[in-house]
């Protein structure tokens, strides 16, 4: 649902912890060799093995659940109208933040793991809402209704300059 009309800021973010993907990669390598090791051995797998077409769906989703993060994308544009952000695939469409239903706009400095328990689409009950995929700095929105929502971005020093074009926030 991206407007017609100028975008102002635009920043796509995508996965870039390096201990991430070695994780991951890792999960993902130790359930094929599980598969492996039970269908192609017939060795069961493990000290309670599960049944073969258990094993072979938990690999898939984990494998699925894998690629979907290392291929995610936290997608931000802001025009006249509000900021819009995308966190792929997991959101389909943009969510959207009007200007007339924002009552406050800040960068600022934040700890992911405190404030929202890590990266990615998060929910805290004491931070609010944050959308990040790297890094410590963002755009806070603070909601006419008192919700609070983080947006991360690698660009700040042009995003503060867009804000100030647009007359959201003070120099």
Excluded: C
């Excluded at 690999?59 to 792929?88: C, H, P």
């Excluded at 933040?97 to 934040?110: C, E």
């Excluded at 944050?130 to 700040?156: E, F, H, W």
């Amino acid at each position: 649902m991206m407007k017609q009309g100028p975008v102002e800021f635009y920043e796509v973010q995508r996965f870039r912890h390096w201990w991430g993907w070695v994780l991951l990669l890792g999960v993902d390598a130790l359930m094929l060799w599980g598969v492996i090791q039970q269908l192609l051995f017939g060795k069961p797998w493990g000290t309670d093995p599960t049944s073969d077409i258990a094993l072979v769906i938990t690999a898939v989703v984990i494998i699925a659940l894998s690629i979907a993060l290392l291929r995610s994308k936290l997608i931000t544009y802001i025009d006249a109208e509000g900021v819009y952000v995308k966190y792929f695939p997991f959101h389909l469409r943009y969510k959207r933040y009007d200007w007339n239903n924002i009552s406050s706009v800040y960068l600022r400095r934040y700890s992911p793991l405190r404030e929202y328990g890590g990266w990615g689409f998060r929910v805290s009950l004491k931070s609010g809402r944050a959308y990040n995929m790297s890094g410590n700095q963002g755009l806070q929105l603070v909601l006419m209704n008192g919700r609070r929502v983080l947006v991360g971005t690698r660009q700040p020093e042009q995003l503060a300059d867009i804000l100030v074009k647009l007359g959201k926030m003070k120099e």
